[in-house]
């Protein structure tokens, strides 16, 4: 089967053997994927300095200090955004696909990062995107490289990021000592 584009939001399972060290073992987030080509983050990537030493004191005086930060990709990985779900009134904002939502706006982080996360959290502080050109990502698809697993709140807005790549993978069914990508085929 050869895709030509999938509804988002979906997750992008990096296949066992993808060894690009960009893509290796990740999740991704998929916010937006048509012919023209896709765009998502990386959601398992936690960077190990905190949100508080990396924006400057105006920023940090309004979210929590255990706010975590992400390498959502290896495209513009000075630039930081807020991907997030749900609407937020009066939020500079985009709706990449049905719930998710992008902002580099201030004001959008008390209002998801005031207080200390738990449960689900509503928001990612990512630095970066991952993207694809037009036909790319199908042709990395059929070539074995990604596993797709539908939308997943948990999953796509991780409390905890360790092992989430594999709770995504067992999520799916499958074992990734398992998996054997064979090109030509979409998994």
């Known amino acids: 089967m050869i895709v030509d584009r999938l509804e988002t939001p979906y997750l992008l399972l990096a296949a ?3 060894l690009d060290p960009n893509f290796a073992r990740t999740v991704v987030l998929m916010g937006h994927h048509t012919l023209e080509g896709a765009i998502g983050w990386i959601v398992n990537r936690v960077l190990d300095r905190s949100a508080l030493g990396e924006l400057p004191p105006l920023l940090t005086e309004s979210i929590h200090q255990d706010t975590p930060l992400r390498l959502g990709g290896p495209v513009l990985t000075n630039g930081l955004i807020v991907v997030y779900r749900d609407e937020i009134l009066d939020v ?11 902002s580099s706006t201030p004001d959008v982080l008390p209002r998801l990062f005031g207080e200390q996360p738990s449960g689900v959290p509503r928001g990612l502080l ?4 991952a993207g694809w050109g037009p036909g790319q990502l199908e042709h990395e698809m059929a070539q074995g490289s990604w596993l797709v697993l539908p939308y997943n709140e948990p999953l796509a807005f991780p409390e905890n990021a360790d092992e989430l790549w594999e709770r995504a993978m067992a999520e799916l069914g499958v074992k990734p000592e398992n998996v054997i990508t064979t090109p030509g085929m979409v998994n």
Not at 92 to 102: A, K, L, N, Q, T
Not at 126 to 129: A, C, H, N
């Open 92 to 102: 500079d904002s985009i709706e990449m696909s049905p719930g998710i939502r992008v």
């Open 126 to 129: 990512v630095f970066g995107y």
């Open 16 to 18: 066992p053997d993808l």
